[in-house]
T-cell receptor, first 114, second 112 residues
Framework: DADVTQTPRNRITKTGKRIMLECSQT?????MYWYRQDPGLGLRLIYY???????NKGEISDGYSVSRQAQAKFSLSLESAIPNQTALYFC?????????????FGSGTQLSVL | QKEVEQDPGPLSVPEGAIVSLNCTYS??????FMWYRQYSRKGPELLMY????GNKEDGRFTAQVDKSSKYISLFIRDSQPSDSATYLC????????????FGTGTRLTIIP
C-alpha cells in the first residue's frame, strides 16, 4: 500500500465549482504539504502544516484553502475553480528532526478545470 | 529570471552512457541542494541531498555542488533504462522544505 495516498487520481470539473482533493498518510509524519506542478514552472508550494493545529500559506495560496483533519489527513480545497488551476497536484509529508527533511510524495491528482 | 534554471530536455542517451544533469541558480544564499527523480504519473522521490559545496556519491549517482559558480550537477554512471525519468533539482537557503525552490525538471530517456 502507498504511504501517501491521494484521491482522486484524476478530476475534471467546471469553472466555479468547489472541489476537494484529499491526502492521507500512514508514515506517521507530522509535516504535510500541498504542491502543484505545471509544465515550465516546476513544483510550487501551496500550503503546509507542521501539525494538526498549524497551517501556513505557501508561495501560491490564493484561491486555495486547506484543512488538517488529523495527523494523517490533509485536504486541499478550491472554493471556486478556475481554468488556470488546471495542474498536477501533489501531497507530500516529511518527518521533523531527521536531518535532511526528505519529502515523501503521493502519486498526484491531475485536475482539469474547464 | 527564475531563481533556479534547469534545461527541460528531453535528453536521450544510450544505455551504459554517463549522464550529466545540471541546474544553475541565482540566489547565493542557497546551501541545501537536492535531486529528485520523478517517474511518469508518480510523485518525485529524493535521490541525493547535499549541504554546501562538494561531491556526494551514492552507487551510480554523484551529486556535485559548485557554489562559486552557482551550479549543481547530477551524474549517472552506467545508465540503465530504469533511469528514464524526469529529474528535478531543488534547493533552499535554510533548513526545511517550506522555502524549497524546485527546478522545472529535465526529462531523461535511456535507450536500450
Amino acid at each position: 500500500d502507498a504511504d501517501v495516498t491521494q484521491t482522486p487520481r484524476n478530476r475534471i470539473t467546471k469553472t466555479g465549482k468547489r472541489i476537494m482533493l484529499e491526502c492521507s498518510q500512514t508514515k506517521g509524519h507530522d509535516r504535510m504539504y500541498w504542491y502543484r506542478q505545471d509544465p515550465g514552472l516546476g513544483l510550487r508550494l501551496i500550503y503546509y502544516s507542521f501539525d494538526v493545529k498549524d497551517i501556513n500559506k505557501g508561495e501560491i495560496s490564493d484561491g486555495y484553502s486547506v484543512s488538517r483533519q488529523a495527523q494523517a489527513k490533509f485536504s486541499l480545497s478550491l472554493e471556486s475553480a478556475i481554468p488556470n488551476q488546471t495542474a498536477l497536484y501533489f501531497c507530500a509529508t516529511s518527518e521533523a528532526g531527521t536531518g535532511n527533511e526528505k519529502l515523501f510524495f503521493g502519486s498526484g491528482t491531475q485536475l482539469s478545470v474547464l | 529570471q527564475k531563481e533556479v534554471e534547469q534545461d527541460p530536455g528531453p535528453l536521450s542517451v544510450p544505455e551504459g552512457a554517463i549522464v550529466s544533469l545540471n541546474c544553475t541558480y541565482s540566489n547565493s544564499a542557497f546551501q541545501y541542494f537536492m535531486w529528485y527523480r520523478q517517474y511518469s504519473r508518480k510523485g518525485p522521490e529524493l535521490l541525493m541531498y547535499t549541504y554546501s559545496s562538494g561531491n556526494k556519491e551514492d552507487g551510480r549517482f554523484t551529486a556535485q555542488v559548485d557554489k562559486s559558480s552557482k551550479y549543481i550537477s547530477l551524474f549517472i554512471r552506467d545508465s540503465q533504462p530504469s533511469d528514464s525519468a524526469t529529474y528535478l533539482c531543488a534547493m533552499s537557503a535554510n533548513f526545511g522544505n517550506e522555502k524549497l525552490t524546485f527546478g522545472t525538471g529535465t526529462r531523461l530517456t535511456i535507450i536500450p
